[in-house]
């Protein structure tokens, strides 16, 4: 029965490994911006946003869609870049454990 017990002392280990990766996200930053940074979005690799940087040149009642649409850039590009940023997070902690190849954490 070691074999059990080793197995579950491995995903005990796991899943301490994995809520300390997931707890670190919160703390990496990256910054989404849109056009030619007029307009930037600051949030966490959990895709929490943090900040919005609006250029003063965008507030014009005339510019309010293109304001609007350039937010929505941002935002996008901070959540992709907050995607990017988990995964590398991610994949420095499994590194080192044997998984199965193709074994996809979370689970």
């Known amino acids: 029965m070691k074999?059990?017990?080793?197995?579950?002392?491995?995903?005990?280990?796991?899943?301490?490994?994995?809520?300390?990766?997931?707890?670190?996200?919160?703390?990496?930053?990256?910054?989404?911006?849109?056009?030619?940074?007029?307009?930037?979005?600051?949030?966490?690799?959990?895709?929490?946003?943090?900040?919005?940087?609006?250029?003063?040149?965008?507030l014009n009642p005339s510019e309010k869609q293109i304001v609007e649409d350039l937010v929505a850039a941002a935002l996008n590009d901070a959540r992709a870049k907050a995607d990017t940023a988990s995964s590398a997070e991610m994949a420095k902690m499994t590194s080192g454990l044997p998984l199965p190849p193709g074994f996809k954490l979370p689970f």
């Open 3 to 58: 074999g059990i017990e080793d197995m579950l002392a491995m995903a005990q280990n796991v899943q301490a490994e994995l809520a300390k990766a997931q707890a670190n996200l919160d703390t990496i930053e990256v910054e989404g911006v849109a056009g030619g940074g007029l307009v930037k979005v600051r949030a966490s690799a959990k895709g929490r946003i943090i900040a919005v940087d609006i250029d003063a040149s965008l």
